[in-house]
T-cell receptor, first 112, second 116 residues
Framework: GQQLNQSPQSMFIQEGEDVSMNCTSS?????WLWYKQDPGEGPVLLIA?????ELTSNGRLTAQFGITRKDSFLNISASIPSDVGIYFCAGQPRPGYSTLTFGKGTMLLVSP | NAGVMQNPRHLVRRRGQEARLRCSPM?????VYWYRQLPEEGLKFMVYLQKENIIDESGMPKERFSAEFPKEGPSILRIQQVVRGDSAAYFCASSPLALDSNQPQHFGDGTRLSIL
């Protein structure tokens, strides 16, 4: 089945630093979504991308839908302690396919 | 403006018992999706339902697992004769329309199932 490779697996950074994480696939995805999950809670949608090449921002977060439709990245600028959590990419493999494929997540730790 | 509501938040069962997980979608949402998350893993799709219909159950084990979304009431994920390997977090998501309509899925806080 479809697989998403998410990297890095974990990151430990200082408050104020910028962060970048990405997701790749060997096959085309129709939609890319980025979620954040805090311990004991469900994933919360951060950014949704629907067109190849699309660049979308949400506050300090910026995500792009790769032009090849096989990758996406998420950037967080000027990180703060509350950015700590696990970030997941998720994709819809093709139109009409109504379920999501998830990456394994990037755990972000921010030191004050 | 309640989000997706799942209960219970935590459920402990002994091997061989039944587990029932409930999910009430966001108001106005008629599409429900169930996912399972193992420790340090991403979410894995199990089943997609609309009211009174199972649309896609390709991710759900053929035995012991079943799901429903009745006309009235929450969606139920039922696991019969639970085994230790069923221990996981089970998440429900909902959307107002099918994902294909650019309507992202919104998740509940999950049910953490522990099998003794």
């Amino acid at each position: 089945g479809q697989q998403l490779n998410q990297s890095p697996q974990s990151m430990f950074i200082q408050e104020g630093e910028d962060v970048s994480m990405n997701c790749t696939s060997s096959s085309i995805f129709n939609t890319w979504l980025w979620y954040k999950q805090d311990p004991g809670e469900g994933p919360v949608l951060l950014i949704a991308l629907y067109k190849a090449g699309e660049l979308t921002s949400n506050g300090r977060l910026t995500a792009q839908f790769g032009i090849t439709r096989k990758d996406s990245f998420l950037n967080i600028s000027a990180s703060i302690p509350s950015d700590v959590g696990i970030y997941f990419c998720a994709g819809q493999p093709r139109p009409g396919y109504s379920t999501l494929t998830f990456g394994k997540g990037t755990m972000l730790l921010v030191s004050p | 403006n309640a989000g997706v509501m799942q209960n219970p938040r935590h459920l402990v069962r002994r091997r061989g018992q039944e587990a029932r997980l409930r999910c009430s979608p966001m108001k106005g949402h008629s599409h429900v999706y169930w996912y399972r998350q193992l420790p340090e893993e991403g979410l894995k799709f199990m089943v997609y339902l609309q009211k009174e219909n199972i649309i896609d159950e390709s991710g759900m084990p053929k035995e012991r697992f079943s799901a429903e979304f009745p006309k009235e009431g929450p969606s139920i994920l039922r696991i019969q004769q639970v085994v230790r390997g069923d221990s996981a977090a089970y998440f429900c998501a909902s959307s107002p329309l099918a994902l294909d309509s650019n309507q992202p899925q919104h998740f509940g806080d999950g049910t953490r199932l522990s099998i003794l």
